[in-house]
């Protein structure tokens, strides 16, 4: 163990361990890499997105509110309502002012999640993309949550036999 020593202002010398050393701690190497782990889970989290199904118990339900909207993509309704206006999002209003998202409009923000949030795209670059070719993002969205529900069917059936 190494000591510090800590001239004061009266010319006092105080003797310190180095641990207690403010500024200077050393960084334990397994904590760095619970720390990567811990980043890469909650990456992996954000990036599945599922978007809600016609909805069994409700099936009346054709809108969603921005809160609701922030949860499934796991942002904050500033975020939401930053790219509403950006990317021009036609969504409908109350006499209150509160925002209702459909169904196809989930689809546009989650194309927009998925530049921005997972390609780090800038806005301008998403943007450019989403002018370029609008469909084939979408229907690569589309097939990717279509495979994923023929995945965990599969994985149902393969679990009963």
Do not use: C
């Not at 990456?43 to 809600?52: D, G, M, N, Y």
């Not at 809108?63 to 969504?91: H, M, P």
């Amino acid at each position: 163990m190494t000591v510090v020593k800590i001239l004061t202002l009266f010319g006092e010398e105080i003797i310190l361990p180095e641990q207690v050393r403010a500024g200077k701690k050393k960084r334990d190497k397994t904590v760095a890499s619970h720390d990567t782990e811990a980043e890469k889970t909650k990456l992996t989290q954000k990036s599945k997105i599922v978007l809600p199904q016609q909805d069994s118990t409700n099936p009346d339900k054709k809108y969603y509110t921005i809160g609701e909207v922030a949860d499934i993509f796991q942002l904050k309704t500033s975020n939401i309502r930053f790219w509403t206006n950006e990317f021009n999002i036609k969504v409908r209003t109350t006499k209150k002012g509160d925002r209702l998202y459909t169904l196809s409009q989930l689809e546009e923000l989650r194309t927009i999640y998925t530049l921005i949030k997972q390609r780090k795209f800038t806005i301008n670059g998403a943007k450019d993309v989403l002018k370029q070719s609008k469909t084939p993002l979408q229907e690569t969205h589309n097939l990717k949550q279509s495979l994923l529900q023929l995945r965990n069917l599969l994985m149902t059936l393969k679990g009963r036999i």
